[in-house]
């Protein structure tokens, strides 16, 4: 069984930083990519950045407007791992984020539970 477990939500100021983690229970090589989604209250689910875990080396990233220049996003090979750097934080990043890994040898995608970001003074 597949898990995804996301941690490094909370509570942060307009402006402020967080770093979100994505580790997965297997090796990240067994997925095409991973990425992170975000789902606000009342609102769909909607990709906010992506990357390539094909490959050992090489890796291409993908990011929804609304994040370009804010948020990175990167892999540790060693630990499985996928994280979200945000930066310059707005009210209107506060969702619940979730983890996802689509298969590398079938069709399946696979989600976390999500962690919440609150953007608020």
């Known amino acids: 069984q597949v898990q995804l477990v996301e941690s490094g939500g909370g509570l942060v100021q307009p402006g402020g930083s967080l770093r979100l983690s994505c580790a997965a229970s297997?090796?990240?090589?067994?997925?095409?990519?991973m990425g992170w989604y975000r789902q606000a209250p009342g609102k769909e689910r909607e990709l906010v950045a992506s990357?390539?875990?094909?490959?050992?080396?090489?890796?291409?990233?993908n990011f929804a407007d609304s994040v370009k220049g804010r948020f990175t996003i990167s892999r540790d090979n060693a630990k499985n791992t996928v994280y979200l750097q945000m930066n310059s934080l707005k009210p209107e990043d506060t969702a619940v984020y979730y983890c996802?890994?689509?298969?590398?040898?079938?069709?399946?995608?696979?989600w976390g539970k999500g962690t919440l970001v609150t953007v608020s003074s």
């Open positions: 297997i090796s990240i090589f067994n997925f095409n990519s």
């Open positions: 996802n890994a689509k298969s590398r040898y079938s069709d399946i995608n696979y």
């Open positions: 990357i390539t875990t094909n490959l050992v080396t090489n890796f291409s990233t």
